[in-house]
């Protein structure tokens, strides 16, 4: 795009190259480690935008449902029902309307867990 302006103090012009977003509002870790030391603890989103409708749930490698929430601000600590979890592979699904694609995307991905 080009604009063009023009006054008494002369004329301005300045191009703008536009480019298709493919950026996601919300993106996920591939590793986090739940040591206790301050760094990387959880398992979180981390979004860039408003999110209005989220669901994330995390299983292990059978299937089992470890976390699941509605809310874009929880977190994972590695624990489940009061045990922490193995090092190791989990899975995640994640589903949310994007603000800045203006849809609804559903994500699915994988990440370490480690100690």
Request: with cysteine; hydrophobic share 40%; charged share 25%.
């Amino acid at each position: 795009y080009t604009l063009k302006g023009k006054n008494i103090c002369g004329l301005k012009q300045d191009t703008v190259i536009a480019v298709d977003c493919d950026t996601r509002c919300v993106h996920f870790p591939t590793a986090f480690t739940p040591n206790g030391d301050g760094l990387n603890d959880f398992f979180r989103a981390t979004a860039f935008c408003p999110v209005d409708k989220f669901r994330l749930v995390i299983a292990n490698r059978f299937g089992e449902i470890l976390f699941e929430t509605r809310n874009p601000k929880d977190q994972w600590d590695g624990r489940w029902m009061g045990k922490a979890q193995a090092a190791g592979t989990y899975v995640f699904y994640s589903q949310y309307y994007d603000f800045v694609l203006k849809k609804e995307l559903f994500l699915k991905g994988s990440f370490q867990l480690i100690k």
